[in-house]
């Protein structure tokens, strides 16, 4: 079982850079592939960026690429999601997101198992 918290979300504006973290309990975090995903306001949640158990192969969105950063301190339990040149689009809600699976299946939200409850993130133009 793993508990996920996601903090550090807020109001920035346009240009502005922003770090999500998400924290997870239990000793088995090390060995999970961490995704992230967001959700806006009637729309579908959509994958973000996610990062393998070890850090060495991260996947990103083509809407991110480039402006996005995914890194993990496993002995700290810690995922973090490093967005940079925000947009207006990027205006969502932030997911963290845990699952066994590895490779390319890391994109699939219906892959993961556990789920954070959310930080909203609101970027003003």
């Known amino acids: 079982q793993v508990q996920l918290v996601e903090s550090g979300g807020g109001l920035v504006q346009a240009g502005d850079s922003l770090r999500l973290s998400c924290a997870a309990s239990?000793?088995?975090?090390?060995?999970?592939?961490m995704g992230w995903f967001r959700q806006a306001p009637g729309k579908e949640r959509e994958f973000v960026a996610a990062i393998s158990w070890i850090g060495a192969i991260t996947y990103y969105a083509d809407s991110v690429k480039g402006r996005f950063i995914v890194l993990r301190d496993n002995p700290k339990n810690t995922v973090y999601l490093q967005m940079n040149s925000l947009n207006p689009e990027d205006t969502a809600t932030y997911y963290c997101a845990a699952t066994s699976k590895a490779g390319e299946s890391s994109r699939w939200r219906n892959e993961y198992d556990y789920w954070g409850q959310g930080t909203q993130v609101t970027v003003s133009s």
């Open positions: 239990g000793r088995t975090f090390s060995t999970y592939t």
